[in-house]
């Protein structure tokens, strides 16, 4: 096995880190098709419009884009946007939960990667940010990015 399949990123929420405070991070397994793994080894998968519910004691993934895989061809194809269940214990399942019924919380899918030849997904529990904390983000980070600077050009 090759060391970059250790833990391999597919797909990212480049936008949730910005649109949410992550208070919590679960690391879930993926139910997913034979198509739609090949798929996503390929890097051709998007999360930022997905979201996770919880239904029936169950954690589902839903409008999560995987397209169809090219070489296959029309036979054996799966839906792109179909509803993924993801496979965790029912501690972690009754944490979402909570903290999903609590005031503002939601859980956000973060990141799609394989870890040990098998695909997870690292949701994060977070409270939307209005558009004064959007704000000070991208101040605070843009400090930072010149704090950074000064530094370098003093050595």
Same mark, same amino acid.
């Given at each position: 096995? #090759? =060391?970059? *399949?250790?833990?391999?990123? !597919?797909?990212?929420n $480049? @936008?949730?880190?910005y *649109?949410?405070?992550? +208070?919590?991070t679960?690391?879930? /397994?993926?139910? !997913?098709?034979?198509s739609?793994?090949? +798929? #996503?080894?390929? /890097?051709?998968? %998007?999360?930022?419009?997905?979201?996770?519910?919880?239904?029936?004691?169950? #954690?589902?993934?839903?409008?999560?884009?995987?397209?169809?895989? #090219?070489?296959?061809?029309?036979?054996?194809?799966?839906?792109?946007? @179909? %509803? $993924?269940k993801?496979?965790?214990?029912?501690?972690?399942?009754?944490f979402? =939960?909570?903290q999903?019924?609590?005031?503002?919380?939601?859980?956000?899918?973060l990141?799609?990667?394989?870890?040990?030849?098998?695909?997870?997904?690292?949701?994060?529990?977070?409270?939307?940010k $209005?558009?004064?904390? @959007?704000?000070?983000?991208?101040?605070?980070?843009?400090?930072?990015?010149?704090? *950074?600077?000064?530094? $370098? +050009?003093?050595?």
């Amino acid at each position: 096995m #090759a =060391d970059n *399949d250790q833990q391999r990123a !597919l797909a990212t929420n $480049r @936008r949730a880190r910005y *649109d949410y405070f992550i +208070s919590e991070t679960i690391e879930a /397994g993926m139910v !997913l098709l034979g198509s739609e793994i090949k +798929s #996503a080894r390929e /890097g051709r998968m %998007s999360i930022a419009e997905g979201y996770v519910y919880i239904k029936d004691g169950e #954690a589902w993934l839903e409008n999560a884009h995987i397209p169809q895989y #090219a070489p296959a061809g029309e036979h054996g194809q799966h839906d792109p946007t @179909r %509803s $993924r269940k993801l496979l965790m214990k029912k501690k972690q399942l009754q944490f979402l =939960d909570d903290q999903a019924h609590r005031d503002g919380q939601t859980i956000v899918p973060l990141k799609v990667y394989i870890k040990n030849r098998v695909a997870k997904l690292l949701v994060g529990v977070g409270k939307g940010k $209005r558009q004064v904390d @959007r704000r000070n983000t991208i101040k605070e980070r843009d400090a930072k990015r010149e704090m *950074d600077r000064a530094m $370098r +050009s003093r050595v």
